[in-house]
């Protein structure tokens, strides 16, 4: 019996991304409504505003599965890290095996919700490209354990590349890194740690920033005199220069309300990468640039042309 020819990337991008937009409109660190909140309390609670892990107010606890949007084959997993934590992953594979792309993309998430909630990303991303798609949850997300921190995610990212790398299925696979907003942020960070190990292929970032400090003033105006007080620094802009030898694409929403595009922009004219490539989304906002027309497109011409080629 023959297989149903893959889905258009416009379908795909209409259809698909279009309908996870419901699940991905979440905040950066918190509403505009709680600016007084967070400036009194920046340094004491930052952590509980810059990872909002129970927005939605269910995110711990109803984590979507792939079954759910009719993917079958995957696997639903628990990883220890070093310290102690148990991190919930979701493995998803290609449904085209005969044809499938020696590709895993590690994908990290925005700083809300979970997982789940970018499941139909995941879904879009294995029929473009037929590759395997890991999806990590950090701590305190979701249906893994422990606080969330930058150390900590940190310590996730490489955890989730270390399993990757040992995994008879993906060990020898081409490892494309894909970060959104703070998910970049992690990103950058871990393959900065690894490129000279050449376990990484690509790197792929989505509306991410500069670092938290700047941020600050952007979505909590009266907050930005005591930005400094900001212990959770995600230093993009300092880190990624350090990537020289990783091919870069930045997919970058101009009509982004969270992150001003100017971040992705000096993100990428600070970059020293010898391979970066910079696409722009006229009208993609901070959550919803996976819905823009030629966004998978992008991603399918770097993965084949930078990554295989």
């Not at 952590?47 to 084959?73: G, Q």
């Not at 929403?253 to 391979?275: F, I, N, R, W």
Request: aromatic share 8%; net charge neutral; charged share 20%.
């Amino acid at each position: 019996m023959s297989e149903s020819p893959p889905p258009s990337p416009q379908w795909s991008i209409t259809t698909m991304a279009g309908n996870a937009i419901q699940f991905l409109r979440l905040p950066v660190l918190a509403s505009s409504g709680l600016a007084v909140i967070a400036s009194s309390l920046l340094y004491f609670k930052q952590n509980e505003l810059i990872y909002p892990r129970t927005v939605p107010v269910d995110a711990r606890t109803n984590v979507p599965k792939p079954s759910a949007f009719d993917i079958s084959d995957y696997e639903d997993l628990q990883i220890p890290t070093p310290d102690g934590e148990s991190l919930h992953a979701l493995f998803i594979r290609p449904s085209r095996k005969e044809r499938s792309q020696n590709v895993t993309i590690l994908m990290f998430h925005g700083n809300a919700g979970n997982i789940g909630h970018r499941i139909p990303i995941a879904k879009v991303l294995t029929r473009t490209l037929n590759c395997n798609v890991f999806m990590l949850e950090y701590r305190g997300y979701g249906l893994s354990t422990g606080t969330p921190d930058e150390k900590g995610l940190n310590t996730d990212a490489q955890t989730a590349l270390d399993y990757l790398r040992h995994r008879a299925e993906t060990r020898d696979t081409k490892i494309v890194v894909y970060g959104q907003s703070l998910g970049g942020a992690v990103a950058i960070n871990l393959v900065a740690k690894n490129q000279q190990k050449g376990v990484i292929a690509g790197l792929i970032l989505e509306n991410t920033f500069l670092c938290i400090r700047k941020l600050i003033p952007s979505v909590f105006p009266p907050a930005r005199y005591l930005a400094r007080l900001c212990h959770q620094y995600w230093g993009s802009e300092d880190v990624l220069p350090k990537i020289e030898k990783i091919p870069i694409l930045f997919l970058s929403g101009l009509k982004d309300e969270l992150v001003p595009p100017a971040h992705m922009s000096q993100l990428y004219a600070v970059c020293k990468s010898s391979t970066k490539i910079w696409r722009e989304l006229p009208n993609g906002g901070h959550n919803d640039s996976v819905a823009e027309p030629n966004y998978f497109d992008y991603v399918k011409s770097f993965v084949i042309d930078e990554v295989l080629d």
